[in-house]
């Protein structure tokens, strides 16, 4: 009977939790046309949230851009298609590499961030002191915030694939040799304007959603003690990592459905 009470208790506060989250989802879509109404504030987050997580995005784009033009240099060439290089790098940036690692390295930066700033104000009772002001603290300060991830996204995804697609122009045209010619043509031929950029920009838009929301939730739904925020920051990489790997495999299915 224990066992049974302890389950029944753990299965109602999900399914508790489930609704506060979905409610609290719906709030945020609402409030759009009111938060691009004051778009200064969501401004101020694209700023503050692109600053967070540009340096990181850069680099790791350069080094995957790198990987790539090498692996892909010595796969291709078994088969006499090394000029074909520019089309595998652009292809595995665009329609996978480029969304899924920005919206891990975003979950991991600029998500902690969120999380560890929603919680450290509901820990110092700012947002309960905003709600005695009648202030909605949804409205005010997570509403910007979740709108500008969603913004931020396909903007870092968009730096990533453009300067891992560099980084294997260097590798595989300055260092190995391959026709640079060839390396541009082959990428601009191959590439579609539809099943690959545009399904790439999908991409980073549900993941920004995903990231965003799951960042803002944590940190409002946070104990506000230290080690409650600490926890809530940990889950915040967790949770969202895996709802980006997940999401991604939806989305590829569905694609390739189409």
């Excluded at 595998?88 to 998500?111: I, K, N, Q, Y």
Aim: overall charge positive; hydrophobic content about 55%.
């Amino acid at each position: 009977m224990n066992f049974l009470a302890r389950l029944g208790h753990s299965t109602r506060a999900q399914l508790a939790a489930l609704g506060q989250a979905t409610r609290l989802f719906g709030q945020l879509l609402g409030l759009l046309p009111a938060t691009l109404a004051r778009f200064r504030l969501v401004g101020e987050q694209i700023h503050f949230l692109g600053n967070y997580s540009l340096a990181i995005i850069g680099v790791s784009g350069l080094f995957v851009g790198f990987v790539l033009g090498l692996q892909g240099y010595y796969t291709l060439q078994r088969y006499g298609s090394a000029e074909a290089l520019g089309l595998l790098v652009a292809l595995s940036l665009l329609r996978e590499l480029g969304p899924v690692v920005t919206a891990l390295l975003f979950a991991g930066r600029a998500g902690t961030a969120l999380t560890a700033e929603i919680g450290l104000m509901k820990a110092g009772e700012q947002l309960a002191a905003m709600e005695m002001m009648a202030v909605s603290p949804v409205r005010r300060i997570l509403a910007p915030r979740f709108w500008a991830g969603v913004i931020t996204m396909p903007l870092l995804a968009a730096v990533f694939s453009a300067v891992g697609v560099i980084g294997g122009w260097v590798v595989g045209v300055l260092l190995i040799g391959v026709d640079g010619g060839a390396f541009w043509g082959q990428m601009q031929g191959g590439v579609d304007w539809w099943y690959d950029l545009a399904n790439g920009v999908l991409k980073s838009l549900v993941f920004g959603f995903a990231v965003s929301f799951i960042a803002l939730y944590q940190g409002y739904t946070a104990k506000p003690t230290p080690e409650g925020v600490s926890r809530a920051t940990t889950r915040t990489v967790v949770v969202a990592s895996l709802a980006v790997l997940g999401l991604d495999f939806l989305l590829t299915a569905s694609m390739f459905s189409i």
